[in-house]
């Protein structure tokens, strides 16, 4: 799928001068649109991941996808080549993915990206990796400790996303 993105330009005459406004008028990530990963990513299964990382990093996984049910409590884990996604009744849903590694996770929520948020992220002391403006998420590493100490931040990050994705 071809990412499309429409700027609607308005010109504005003030004497002899004029001016040029750009709004965004469509943004194919706001309309919902599937990611071009989800439509040929590879999937695969538990034992993929398990061997690819570590165990410690999958039972982060299974902690961020409890609190995403608390949201939807349809949603279930899709295990990709590159992520692991989400899906409801068999189609992907991926507000958030999640990338484990040996000794942390990346959390990528799909939230528009805003100084108050970035503010927020770095106040509680998060390791914010950079903004993938492609996809519009947060890249987010984490380590079994910002599972506990930031618990009630990533809950409302989940939450972000999944109202934006869903609204």
Not at 1 to 20: D, V, W
Not at 99 to 118: A, G, L, M, Y
């Amino acid at each position: 799928m071809t990412p499309i993105i429409a700027i609607q330009m308005s010109a504005l005459k003030s004497g002899e001068k004029i001016g040029l406004v750009f709004t965004t008028v469509v943004n194919q990530l706001s309309l919902g649109m599937v990611d071009e990963d989800e439509e040929i990513a590879e999937v695969t299964d538990r034992g993929f991941w398990v061997d690819k990382t570590s165990k410690k990093t999958l039972a982060m996984v299974d902690e961020l996808c409890d609190m995403v049910k608390t949201f939807d409590p349809e949603l279930e884990l899709k295990y990709n080549k590159f992520y692991i996604g989400l899906a409801k009744n068999g189609s992907p849903n991926n507000f958030v993915v999640f990338n484990p590694k040996k000794n942390f996770i990346r959390i990528e929520p799909r939230i528009i990206k805003s100084e108050e948020t970035q503010e927020r992220l770095e106040t509680a002391g998060l390791d914010v990796m950079d903004y993938d403006v492609r996809w519009g998420r947060y890249r987010i590493r984490l380590n079994p400790n910002d599972m506990v100490e930031h618990k009630e931040l990533l809950v409302a990050l989940i939450g972000e996303a999944y109202e934006a994705a869903n609204s």
